[in-house]
């Protein structure tokens, strides 16, 4: 190659006719080091100039990466050769030290790398990540578990929502040029989801009225969860500073995960009704629960587990986990199963009730009571498509919205049994 010729452009010399070398120099604004690119350009003098800004602002946007990278603490040096599984510890422990994700929901995402995400691609480099990458292992997440039963299609959508949002984040934490995600439509095999059953008000009233031949605490439990529509978590973790007997109100403002009590799951605080009749439930409840001498009373938790188990955590005044193993216990959702099911058996129910199912229920019955403003506003949801999720729309309901939205109301001839329509008055 012929020695380069400067031009009258600074950072743009001429290498022969229509050949040209650009080369562009920007300054580190945390190392003050300068880092500098070169390409040579074919073709006349006004494309080695364009050329020139393009390259500058490339390497601009570059640096400022790796400036942020290094504020983060991660050398960029490393991570240009950072293999999936590596970049994946990183991001956990990014998560854990943000605080963007609740405990379990970083416990959840570990699970899903280690058994869907990381036996396949772990040893994949990031940087060389290819969209051919992503459709080849979403083909093969659509394989039979070992017990020889497909997968459901909600668990793989949590599957590829944690891997997303992981490779979202390597723009940032690992410099990833492009996201490889983006505009790529997830689909795969997977087994439908089963619908999850709901009460109706008859059948609720049946069911609640079963609870007086359970223990007060679980006919406490039933009464609030059926009637506030809570998460379990959110149930489990009330304490007796967050129920307002006097203005009839209950304070939503933390959950709990095994024994570990933090935020609701949105982060966010609301009230909800409290019905006369569940405040007295609830005096019956304590006065059951002084009379029993139940361990970790002065914490001012609602339910607390009156036998321990190996694998519930322990929590203090605090909420803070302690290792005493004749500490205070908060209850999981499965201490609900035996006592749904009894009084469901009761009351005559054919339907599958677990804890699940007040929240489902409850969301359902708001919604057709008040509409969706108001049910989204006492169950937490942030959406309206998640109250959409929740609600289960019958028939009876779809008919008579119909005859509202129209002003008429239908009729069936008892004998054809054809359906007509009447005006209504």
């Known amino acids: 190659m012929r020695k380069p010729k400067k031009t009258a452009h600074p950072g743009i010399r001429r290498v022969g006719e229509d050949d040209y070398l650009v080369r562009v120099t920007v300054t580190d604004p945390t190392e003050g080091k300068q880092k500098d690119k070169e390409v040579r350009v074919k073709g006349a003098l006004t494309e080695a100039i364009r050329a020139r800004e393009d390259l500058k602002e490339d390497l601009r946007d570059e640096v400022q990466r790796e400036s942020q990278m290094r504020t983060l603490g991660i050398d960029p040096v490393i991570v240009r050769r950072e293999i999936l599984s590596d970049y994946s510890k990183r991001w956990i422990g990014h998560l854990a030290k943000t605080g963007r994700n609740r405990v379990h929901v970083i416990k959840q995402h570990v699970h899903v790398l280690n058994s869907f995400v990381l036996p396949r691609m772990g040893k994949i480099e990031l940087q060389a990540l290819t969209r051919r990458d992503l459709v080849m292992w979403m083909e093969g997440l659509g394989d039979l578990q070992n017990n020889g039963k497909p997968y459901a299609k909600q668990t793989l959508a949590g599957v590829w929502a944690t891997f997303r949002t992981m490779l979202k984040d390597a723009l940032v934490l690992a410099d990833l040029k492009t996201d490889p995600t983006h505009g790529l439509r997830f689909r795969v095999r997977g087994a439908e989801p089963i619908e999850k ?37 959110e149930l489990s973790a009330l304490q007796w500073n967050d129920i307002d007997f006097e203005r009839g109100l209950i304070h939503v403002r933390k959950s709990q995960v095994k024994g570990v009590v933090g935020p609701t799951k949105t982060r966010s605080r609301r009230t909800v009704p409290l019905h006369p009749l569940v405040g007295e439930i609830l005096h019956a409840h304590a006065k059951w629960q002084r009379e029993r001498k139940v361990p970790g009373l002065e914490t001012g938790f609602l339910f607390l587990a009156t036998k321990t188990r190996d694998d519930e955590v322990a929590i203090d005044v605090d909420g803070d986990p302690v290792a005493a193993s004749n500490a205070p216990r908060l209850r999981f959702s499965n201490v609900l199963t035996k006592p749904l099911a009894r009084c469901a058996e009761r009351a005559g129910l054919r339907k599958h009730v677990t804890s699940h199912t007040m929240r489902r229920t409850f969301n359902n019955l708001a919604r057709q009571a008040a509409g969706d403003i108001v049910a989204r506003s006492m169950t937490g949801h942030t959406t309206t498509a998640m109250t959409e999720h929740y609600s289960h729309v019958t028939l009876e309901e779809k008919n008579k919205a119909v005859a509202k939205a129209l002003g008429l109301l239908g009729t069936t001839d008892a004998e054809t049994g054809k359906t007509g329509i009447s005006q209504s008055n």
Do not use: N
């Not at 605490?217 to 506030?228: H, K, L, Q, S």
């Open 197 to 233: 059953e709901v009460l109706t008000r008859e059948e609720l009233g049946r069911l609640l009225d079963e609870t007086q031949h359970e223990s007060p605490d679980m006919r406490a439990m039933i009464w609030v969860g059926f009637t506030t529509g809570m998460r379990f978590g």
